[in-house]
């Protein structure tokens, strides 16, 4: 996006579902190192750069949307041109300020904005703009939770709902259910102890089969009959294959016109792709499924950024790959044991070794905003953070309208 780098991260609800999304801009090549990963707050310069990328809706879809506003920008305005169902969110220092209460109220009332506000731990008095928020955000690690269950108690006499920030694990997210908060942010949803499914179904298990059989380069009738036999699979795949994501330029009609066209790398992406959406209803609600098409885009890129080309598809893959444990009862062994993956897959998955396994620390890393941690791996591939972060910018847009028109 001209002048501006994006990070994406979903509002969950106590289902671990998505509500909405957040996000948050950066300035892109600024000649201070460190601009480069300070969020900037929305004003007209930022919205004009998304609406010449086609405006907020191709990047949350029907979702809700949370965004970071400074006090001066809150103007008719700069604000008209922000979806209805937008979030907006200022700082508890600005909440304080007479004028900007005024102005968010008046969003609120005459516009149908919502007003987001944080609030500082431990508890002290209310401001009157928390009185008059619709959502009220804590940080889960600045206080006791004792302190933090205070507070919210305070809270839960007011309408407003609740949002748990920098929810690191799952036992976080259970605790703060717990205590009575509606909404959730961090990357908990990315760490082992979540729900997975018990077992793979029948159709995950032919896919895998499938991705098997286009690594093994097997005859194209005998991948074309996989498919004929599973009605299923041919439509979720021509979904995904029509979708925007690879731009192939003519419509796909059958599954070898999608070989033919694709040839049996990109096809076995979307293959892969359907591991994280068969059999599953929640997949438009699901964070995991938009982040693993991020992460293994954002590896695409870097690969080539970095010269290795020839390393991009299965860089993709990898980056995809490294959330199937995620989803299902499986250890990282045990999916690369059942769907044969090529050796440098295998060591980047199991061990974080090899181009692939770098790419993947780095995106990893990328995902928690870990960006001065990332950049000793970096420079082993002649790579930079604004690399990283104008590749996650790409990736977010890309899969967003990939996936929409896929109907996920």
Request: proline fraction near 3%; include cysteine; hydrophobic fraction near 40%.
């Amino acid at each position: 996006m001209k002048g501006y780098h994006i990070h994406k991260e979903p509002v969950l609800d106590q289902k671990a579902m998505v509500q909405g999304y957040e996000i948050v801009f950066s300035r892109a090549n600024s000649p201070e190192p460190d601009r480069t990963r300070a969020a900037k707050p929305l004003d007209r310069e930022v919205i004009d750069a998304v609406s010449e990328e086609g405006g907020f809706e191709k990047l949350t879809g029907n979702k809700q949307i949370f965004v970071s506003v400074a006090g001066q920008a809150l103007e008719w305005d700069t604000m008209k041109l922000l979806p209805g169902r937008s979030v907006v969110q200022v700082s508890e220092k600005e909440a304080a300020d007479k004028d900007v209460f005024l102005r968010s109220c008046g969003l609120k009332k005459q516009h149908a904005y919502q007003i987001g506000v944080t609030y500082t731990l431990p508890c002290h008095g209310l401001l009157p703009l928390h009185e008059a928020a619709d959502f009220v955000r804590m940080d889960t690690l600045s206080a006791p939770p004792e302190e933090i269950a205070s507070c919210v108690a305070l809270f839960r006499q007011r309408p407003s709902k609740l949002i748990a920030s920098n929810v690191r694990d799952w036992g976080l997210f259970k605790s703060g259910k717990k205590l009575g908060f509606d909404l959730f942010q961090g990357p908990f949803y990315l760490e082992p102890g979540g729900e997975v499914s018990e077992s793979i179904s029948s159709s995950q298990t032919l896919l895998i089969q499938l991705s098997n059989d286009l690594r093994a380069n097997r005859e194209v009738r005998l991948v074309e009959q996989a498919f004929k036999n599973s009605p299923k699979l041919t439509y979720g795949l021509l979904k995904l294959i029509n979708s925007a994501f690879f731009g192939a330029g003519q419509k796909v009609t059958s599954i070898r016109h999608a070989i033919t066209l694709l040839g049996y790398e990109n096809l076995q992406k979307w293959v892969i792709l359907l591991l994280f959406t068969v059999d599953r209803r929640d997949d438009q609600l699901n964070p995991l499924v938009e982040k693993a098409v991020v992460r293994g885009r954002v590896m695409e890129l870097l690969a080539k950024e970095a010269g290795e080309k020839a390393m991009a598809d299965s860089a993709f893959i990898t980056g995809m790959l490294s959330f199937i444990s995620l989803l299902f009862d499986l250890s990282n062994d045990e999916v690369t044991q059942k769907m044969n993956l090529a050796q440098e897959i295998q060591d980047a998955l199991l061990e974080k070794e090899g181009l692939l396994g770098t790419l993947l620390k780095a995106a990893e890393k990328m995902d928690r905003r870990e960006y001065e941690t990332m950049e000793e791996d970096l420079q082993i591939l002649n790579l930079s953070v604004e690399d990283v972060l104008a590749a996650e910018t790409d990736a977010i847009i890309e899969s967003h309208t990939a996936l929409g028109s896929a109907g996920l």
